[in-house]
């Protein structure tokens, strides 16, 4: 089946610096999707990419969706100690009967020293 | 802001037996869903609802499970003899140009 490859699996860094993660695949997504999940709660969207090669910005928060549709990076600028929690990127595919479903990665869980 | 809304947040059953857990879609969405998170793992599509049948399901959604939209506003997910591997966190979605999770039930089997 349809897998995402989301690294690193882990971060831990200082408030302040600079954040970077990624996602693979070997499919062809329509949209891509990150999300950030806190403790005890859904995943939250935190930016959609539709189209190939788009470049996203939300806040402190830039993502980009590759040209070849198989691939996204979502940067997070001068982190804050809420930044804290996991990140998940998502792929949205065309599911039966006009549903879309999402496939997810693995997460990169983001620590945040004060 | 509206809110797809589950209950109930943690619920702790004894294998072998029945759970039910609900959930409240936005009113004006018409594709549902149910995904499951084993604790630690990635989040997995178990299956997908639109006008009042499955259009979807994964090879995790098998006879012991199955939803239902009784009344036009609950959806339902029901396992019908639990496991023990069934102990996960389980998010209900809508989605209508864009998807919005509810905030899960944990479920622990024991």
């Known amino acids: 089946g349809q897998q995402l490859n989301q690294s690193p699996q882990s971060m831990f860094i200082q408030e302040g610096e600079d954040v970077s993660m990624n996602c693979t695949s070997s499919s062809i997504f329509n949209t891509w999707l990150w999300y950030k999940q806190d403790p005890g709660e859904g995943p939250v969207l935190l930016i959609a990419l539709y189209k190939a090669g788009e470049l996203t910005s939300n806040g402190r928060l830039t993502a980009q969706f590759g040209i070849t549709r198989k691939d996204s990076f979502l940067n997070i600028s001068a982190s804050i100690p809420s930044d804290v929690g996991i990140y998940f990127c998502?792929?949205?595919?065309?599911?039966?009967?006009?549903?879309?479903?999402?496939?997810f990665g693995k997460g990169t869980k983001l620590t945040v020293n004060p | 802001e509206p809110e797809v809304t589950q209950t109930p947040s943690h619920q702790v059953t004894q294998m072998g037996q029945e759970v039910i857990l609900r959930c409240v879609p936005i009113?004006?969405?018409?594709?549902f869903y149910w995904y499951r998170q084993i604790l630690g793992q990635k989040v997995e599509f178990l299956v997908s609802f639109y006008n009042n049948e499955i259009s979807e399901k994964s090879e995790i959604f098998d006879d012991q499970f199955s939803v239902e939209r009784p009344d036009g506003s609950n959806f339902t997910l029901k396992i019908r003899s639990t496991k023990l591997e069934d102990s996960a966190m389980y998010f209900c979605?809508?989605?209508?140009?864009?998807?919005?999770f509810g905030s899960g039930t944990r479920l622990t089997v024991v």
């Open positions: 009113s004006n969405h018409l594709y």
């Open positions: 979605a809508s989605n209508q140009g864009g998807y919005t």
């Open positions: 998502a792929g949205e595919t065309d599911g039966k009967g006009g549903s879309e479903k999402l496939v």
